[in-house]
């Protein structure tokens, strides 16, 4: 079964038949049916076009289920009738003579002259012939890609054709492409194209990406810059035959010309080799700066083209990928100045889809299967919104193969604000539909696949729901009772001005406590604060376990001054944290303050003693009056934003008093800023109206800010600095897999300053530099695992360690590794009074 088979809109009525023609007692028409030669069946779905004497198109349309057609001309003269069909041959009739007035009834016989993709030859060439219509293999591909492009302008042009469009963002993980964070908006009554590239002109002569320091912005074609003459004269063009999910396609491969010095695509428009059809456009950037550790494989774009039934070609689902970059704030090495390298924090998605289609105000559905319904939160009822779906096949998951991220399966969708989905194109048959969301991801559990049959395009309404409460808390707090008095707190640490996740920084809970025992004849009781701490992993989530059900709980990055006051009153709650990376520390015992110091800096006070005011609001459409959901709510002055639920509800609370701008955003709604005014001890409401956007769509542009920081650890920097300091030595992933190590030992041998030393499998690693004792015993350097100590220098007092570097870590699974052969060479975190011999540090992926 081919995952990629999709039909595309049922459109059971022909164009031709929509068009509103214009008549006057002079109109010369030309009318008539095509069918194929010697008597063959009447075709359907024909492009045809009415061409002058010049043999231009004056004229053009799809021919009816009847084979049926009818041109008004635009003045009496000669006129031919041009017959295109994919996967057959164009056919041009002889001349007709139209006189004024005339009215003209015509059958167009079209022999039968199939077009063999599978036929032609493709040559493993390093040609690139700079006309896609040079070469017989290569202009039989292109004049097939042509036609359906060609189409595509055609109804663009037209605009009778709507869509209901559903556009997205997405920020995903820079190495698996997991969704961290999803924002999604649905409009209805869309007119083609779907999205609208800039000129090809302007493309071919300012580049196709703009990547400055501070921010980035990429453009994808449409289908007229690929029909450009513009297009064609700046690109090589070649042919390629593969395999795509069971399907053997033809691509025409195109590359830009040499000499270019702006940033181009190169990419390949891809032919199902059976049909002839168009399927999909991969393209790839050219020239374009990319921050450190950034996969150009995964920067780029994809077109996937669709074929309404009998009708023209349109582009149903597209997306653009392009790197968000990160830097350093602090120089690593102290008397070195300089500009830090940039580096990877993640991948940025911009695509949309359309859906059912629309043509002269009647809507018509899709003409494969759907699999919809709604997911739910177990531990609040609420809908789970921003919830990864991925469809696959069944076969896939009993054979426990990987499960694919939503950036990488067929089949994909993302819950919108009542945590529904749809997900449509399916051909019939049995799929395993598997959920993801940050908030499992932080929880670390996931949803079992769920197996669902797809029957005459059709299967059943689905309801799932997220793991209870209490599986969730027994699988992050095993050590506690899944009953009593005390629950978790779940969520990603997430950067207070990207809203990217942040591992490594330090998240607590805290809350008062008190204690009563008789002294004497009386009562003493005594209140203190009690906390619990957790240092964010990889994807910026954090557990804290054993906080008190039904008492207020202060929750905050540690070493902050705000944070959030809320009630836990469920098992488990879902709540991510606003973070400064420059503030977090990078180890639980950083985080570990001494309780008479947490009571200083977290004070709860009774209502009546506040200084603060909370804001309560509602986010309403302007014309339709419908809540609106998810959208992102903030004031000046606090780093803090919240979203409005599926009622269009916010509630912004501990302000202190005073005057503020609140601001509101949403995908498809004008920004909106208004003053507002916060009372002590009361609750301000307010109302806000938001206005939709005009439905014109600007080009398929993402536009991304630079983060302020380097890459999690600061490798990169270290990096950096040290080859330019000559301190250290260092490895990258490029590094190992050129290498391909059997053990770590054999990758640092050669490093300046170190030598290893091996008995047997046990080998350690010593200075060359620094001796220990009047022997002159080797000094054995720190060995450090993801920053945690694991070998200590054997100086004498640690003699004895029997601990190998080989022992911790395959060379598959690191990342980097740097080498310090000398206290005089190791950055500050890694140095101390036992670290005089130098440091092995080894970064896992």
Avoid at 6 to 15: E, F, K, Q, S, T
Avoid at 115 to 123: I, S, W
Avoid at 417 to 439: K, S
Avoid at 512 to 535: K, P, Q, Y
């Amino acid at each position: 079964m081919s995952s990629r088979r999709v039909r595309g809109i049922a459109l059971r009525v022909a164009l031709a038949t929509l068009l509103v023609l214009p008549s006057a007692a002079t109109a010369q028409r030309i009318s008539g049916t095509v069918r194929e030669a010697d008597g063959g069946r009447l075709i359907s779905g024909g492009f045809i076009s009415l061409l002058d004497q010049a043999g231009e198109a004056v004229r053009a349309d799809f021919t009816a289920e009847n084979g049926a057609f009818s041109f008004l001309a635009p003045g009496p003269g000669e006129y031919r009738i041009r017959v295109e069909r994919i996967g057959y041959a164009n056919w041009v009739t002889g001349p007709y003579a139209v006189t004024a007035g005339q009215s003209l009834a015509i059958t167009v016989e079209v022999p039968l002259q199939p077009v063999r993709l599978g036929d032609l030859r493709v040559e493993v060439t390093g040609v690139c012939l700079d006309d896609p219509r040079r070469g017989e293999a290569l202009a039989a591909a292109w004049e097939e890609a042509r036609k359906a492009l060609e189409t595509a302008v055609w109804a663009e042009d037209r605009g009778e054709l709507a869509f209901t469009l559903t556009e997205y963002e997405r920020t995903l993980d820079p190495r698996s492409l997991a969704t961290l964070s999803s924002e999604t908006h649905t409009r209805r009554n869309v007119p083609l194209p779907p999205f609208r590239s800039l000129p090809a002109r302007q493309l071919v002569a300012e580049g196709y990406a703009i990547v400055n320091r501070d921010s980035s912005v990429f453009y994808a074609p449409d289908a007229t810059v690929l029909l450009s003459e513009e297009f064609r004269d700046a690109h090589c063009f070649g042919l390629r035959r593969d395999e795509v999910e069971g399907e053997t396609r033809l691509g025409i491969t195109f590359r830009p010309q040499s000499g270019t010095n702006v940033i181009d695509i190169e990419g390949t428009l891809w032919l199902d080799e059976a049909t002839a059809a168009l399927r999909e456009v991969e393209l790839r950037y050219r020239n374009v700066p990319l921050p450190r550790g950034t996969d150009r494989r995964r920067v780029g774009a994809n077109l996937l083209f669709d074929r309404v039934p009998d009708g023209p070609f349109y582009i149903r689902d597209w997306w653009i990928r392009f790197p968000i970059r990160g830097r350093s704030l602090r120089p690593i090495l102290a008397g070195l100045t300089g500009e830090p390298e940039a580096v990877l924090a993640a991948y940025r998605q911009t695509g949309g889809s359309v859906g059912a289609a629309f043509a002269d105000g009647r809507g018509f559905g899709t003409s494969e299967g759907v699999v919809a319904g709604v997911v739910r939160d177990s531990t609040s009822g609420e809908a789970l919104i921003g919830a990864d779906i991925v469809l696959r096949d069944w076969d896939d998951a009993a054979d426990l193969d990987s499960r694919p991220t939503a950036a990488e399966a067929p089949f994909s969708a993302v819950t919108d604000e009542a945590g529904a989905f749809r997900v449509t194109g399916l051909p019939d048959g049995i799929y395993a539909l598997g959920v993801d969301h940050p908030r499992l991801q932080a929880a670390g559990v996931r949803l079992n696949e769920t197996r669902v049959v797809v029957e005459d395009r059709a299967s059943e309404a689905l309801e799932l729901w997220t793991p209870s409460a209490e599986t969730v808390f027994t699988r992050i707090c095993p050590r506690l009772p899944s009953y009593g008095s005390r629950g978790a707190v779940v969520g990603v640490a997430r950067d207070v001005d990207t809203g990217l996740p942040v591992p490594g920084v330090g998240i607590e809970a805290l809350w008062r406590e008190w204690s009563i025992r008789l002294v004497g004849r009386s009562f003493d009781v005594t209140e203190r604060t009690d906390s619990a701490r957790d240092v964010s992993g990889e994807q910026g989530e954090f557990a804290l376990c054993r906080v008190p059900l039904g008492e207020p709980v202060f929750l905050r990055q540690a070493g902050a001054d705000e944070g959030l006051e809320f009630d836990l009153v469920t098992r488990v709650a879902w709540r991510d944290v606003r973070v400064d990376p420059r503030l977090s520390p990078t180890s639980p015992e950083d985080t570990a303050l001494p309780a008479t110091e947490l009571t200083h800096e977290i004070e709860l006070r009774p209502l009546e003693e506040t200084h603060t005011g909370r804001l309560l609001g509602r986010v309403r459409d302007a014309r339709s009056q419908r809540p609106v959901a998810a959208a992102a709510v903030s004031v000046t002055g606090r780093p803090e934003r919240e979203q409005s639920d599926r009622r269009g509800h916010f509630v912004l609370g501990a302000l202190p008093v005073g005057e503020y701008e609140l601001s509101v955003r949403h995908i498809g709604y004008a920004p909106l800023n208004h003053s507002v005014t916060v009372t002590r001890g009361h609750t301000t409401e307010v109302d806000v109206g938001l206005t939709p956007d005009p439905v014109a769509l600007p080009p398929l542009v993402a536009t991304v800010t630079r983060l302020r920081r380097l890459e999690t650890q600061g490798f990169y920097e270290r990096k950096n600095w040290g080859e330019l300091a000559g301190l250290g030595t260092f490895f990258t992933v490029e590094d190992i897999e050129r290498r391909n190590p059997m053990r770590i030992t054999d990758l640092i041998a050669d490093a300046p300053g170190v030598r290893v030393h091996c008995q047997g499998n046990r080998c350690k690693v010593f200075s060359r530099r620094i001796s220990v004792g009047f022997g002159g015993a080797g000094c054995e350097l720190n060995v450090f695992v993801d920053g945690v100590m694991v070998i200590r220098s054997s100086d004498g007092r640690w003699r004895g360690n029997s601990d190998s570097v080989n022992d911790f870590v395959l060379p598959i699974e690191i990342g980097g590794v740097e080498v310090y052969g000398g206290a005089g060479a190791l950055p500050a975190e890694f140095s101390g009074f036992d670290s005089r011999c130098g440091a092995v540090v080894i970064w896992t992926k």
